[in-house]
């Protein structure tokens, strides 16, 4: 589903790259939101779980460390489930009690949710493919997502893009957008452009060709 993925899976299984068909996925979520924001007020958005493998603890050192965001904006979790009980401590602990809220969202509401947003954060450590960069997009939310795995290969020029150990980085690219309208700007039209180049028609008819290839 990415080139990242082909290389981690010639690397591991020493495959010919000759047997492997890199075909891209696509975005599903496309509601049409005149409603107004189910949040109230300026937030950053984070969807999907919180494993330690998609680096969610790096999101609570972004607001220990950036004071401007902990005054001025919400980060909404949407799914996952609720905070675990070591996940609220942490919170807690960091004074974020107020600011971190875990919601549950069907996708109606998901898609206000990056309407609205002032940016999508995406800080994994590794990812396949990343559909939410695509959601994103289609919905004009900047994208700020960490600079592994298959993330810049399917963001491209359309996101900003961080060292996913360094909070530091993450805050120096929030600001960015946050403060920056005409780069704002120019990575949601980016975004809108390189959205429309994922389709799963494209995703379909390549995957048919493929098993027609095979079985000759």
Not at 170 to 178: A, G, P, Q, R
């Amino acid at each position: 589903i990415s080139e990242s993925t082909r290389k981690d899976l010639e690397d591991m299984y020493d495959l010919n790259s000759k047997k492997v068909k890199v075909i891209y996925l696509a975005n599903s979520l496309r509601y049409d939101i005149t409603e107004n924001p189910i949040i109230d007020g300026k937030y950053i958005l984070y969807i999907g779980d919180r494993r330690s493998y998609k680096n969610f603890s790096i999101m609570l050192k972004l607001f220990e460390i950036n004071q401007s965001l902990k005054n001025e904006y919400k980060l909404i979790c949407c799914g996952g489930g609720a905070f675990t009980k070591s996940e609220s401590e942490m919170i807690a602990k960091a004074g974020l009690q107020n600011v971190f809220v875990q919601v549950g969202a069907n996708d109606k509401k998901m898609a206000n949710l990056y309407k609205y947003a002032a940016t999508f954060v995406y800080p994994s450590k590794y990812e396949g493919f990343g559909i939410p960069l695509l959601e994103a997009m289609y919905y004009e939310c900047p994208i700020v997502a960490s600079n592994v795995g298959s993330l810049p290969e399917i963001g491209g020029d359309a996101g900003l893009y961080f060292n996913p150990d360094s909070a530091e980085e993450l805050s120096s690219c929030i600001n960015t957008i946050i403060n920056d309208s005409s780069i704002r700007n120019d990575l949601i039209q980016k975004g809108l452009k390189r959205e429309k180049h994922f389709s799963w028609d494209k995703c379909a008819e390549e995957t048919y060709r493929f098993y027609e290839e095979i079985l000759q």
